[in-house]
Antibody, heavy 120, light 106 residues
């Protein structure tokens, strides 16, 4: 059974850092592209970025508002995806989801999400 | 960036109704569009990809159509478990973007 489980959310002060984790099971991270998506309270979905790694091929893209502050990392030995978030702002308060990519960019599986609250 | 505009933003319907949600792209995106369903407090669920292909396990009352700039999600006979918010997403080019959502309420 395919499962994605985010963790690492919590309360952080503006300007602080946080690393989110997405542990996957039921498939190998090395066989799939993965994305991060977030959702601010009461708002819609917002794409953060993706991580696409194949032999001799490496691609990471980020949304403009997060580029330079957010970094997507992968540890295929532990089947885990990470989102390193630096210089956090109050507007980064959201539920953060990892999602498995089904070709082209479509998602087939989502994690349950982890809440990040940026406040002083 | 490609903008996606969903309409309506709120739709009131009854069980058994045929429901149609529209998603318009600011430029042509071929058939590179997906639909997701989200219930309150839950993660989104993937319904349709490539504009009209149902994800595995999705009931056949859901269907998608369209290409270019105009797309529709249709629920042929609304069921109680279908009351939720629906989002479209394009995967034509980066950055990927989502529509603003359509809430289907009783």
């Amino acid at each position: 059974e395919v499962q994605l489980m985010e963790s690492g959310g919590g309360l952080v002060q503006p300007g602080g850092s946080l690393r989110l984790s997405c542990a996957v099971s039921g498939f190998s991270l090395s066989d799939h592209y993965m994305d991060w998506v977030r959702q601010a309270p009461g708002k819609g979905l917002e794409w953060i970025g993706h991580s696409r790694i194949r032999i001799n091929s490496y691609s990471i893209e980020y949304a403009a508002s997060m580029k330079g502050r957010f970094t997507i990392l992968r540890d295929e030995s532990s089947n885990s995806l990470y989102l390193q978030m630096n210089s956090l702002r109050t507007e980064d308060t959201a539920v953060y989801y990892c999602a498995r990519v089904l070709g082209r960019g479509y998602y087939d599986y989502w994690g349950q999400g982890t809440l990040v609250f940026v406040s002083s | 960036d490609i903008q996606l505009t969903q309409s309506p933003s709120l739709l009131s319907a009854s069980v058994g109704d045929r429901v149609t949600i529209t998603c318009r792209a600011s430029q042509g995106i071929s058939n590179y569009l997906a639909w997701y369903q989200q219930k309150p407090g839950k993660a989104p669920k993937s319904l349709i990809y490539a504009a009209s292909t149902l994800q595995s396990g999705v009931p056949s009352r859901f269907s998608g159509s369209g290409s270019g700039t105009e797309f529709t999600l249709t629920i042929s006979s609304l069921q109680p478990e279908d009351f939720a918010t629906y989002y479209c997403q394009h995967v034509d080019s980066y950055p990927l973007t989502f529509g603003g959502g359509t809430t289907v309420e009783i």
